[in-house]
């Protein structure tokens, strides 16, 4: 199970999904979401639903903390 809060609330993520106009940047917001909504509570879940590696995920959520 990750450790990471996600500040964001459901609502604010969703805008924020609806305003990303590029691919990448809308696969991080929706990593996000998965997390806050309990979609997703491991790495490897992330990898599986958004396609990318672990290392990339590792890198989003390093980056979003």
Do not use: F
């Amino acid at each position: 199970m990750l450790k990471i809060e996600v500040a964001e609330s459901v609502d604010q993520l969703k805008e924020m999904l609806e305003k990303q106009r590029y691919d990448t940047q809308r696969s991080k917001v929706q990593v996000l979401w998965w997390l806050k909504t309990g979609q997703a509570q491991q790495v490897n879940q992330l990898t599986h639903l958004s396609g990318y590696h672990r290392t990339t995920i590792s890198s989003w959520l390093s980056k979003s903390r």
